[in-house]
């Protein structure tokens, strides 16, 4: 029994890799979206194209540095490195939001 359960649970942890794989590939895709579509010359709003083209490529990097040393048997200074960098991650998607949302409300008091 413990080990369909480890091996259950290893299977879960590689999913949230592959989910952040996912995230990765499809904030590029949207950065390259965007940009093709400004050369257009269609308008779009600066700052939800801002957050659209880096939250997902910042949460997915954090989802797979978040898991894969450890399943790969990382040393422990290796597993810490990387926290450290995913609590960086974490700061920077908060600074973002709250950049974000000091201009909606902003931009409402304004209107």
Do not use: Y
């Amino acid at each position: 029994m413990r080990i369909e359960g480890d091996v259950m649970l290893r299977f879960m942890d590689w999913s949230v890799v592959a989910m952040g794989c996912v995230l990765v590939l499809g904030g590029l895709g949207s950065r390259r979206w965007e940009r093709t579509r400004v050369r257009k010359d269609e308008r779009s709003d600066q700052d939800m194209r801002f957050l659209w083209a880096w939250l997902p490529l910042l949460v997915g990097v954090g989802m797979i540095c978040a898991r894969v040393p450890g399943l790969l048997r990382a040393p422990h200074l290796v597993i810490e490195v990387f926290d450290a960098l995913n609590f960086g991650l974490a700061v920077t998607v908060l600074g973002l939001f709250l950049r974000l949302g000091c201009r909606c409300l902003r931009a409402r008091g304004t209107a």
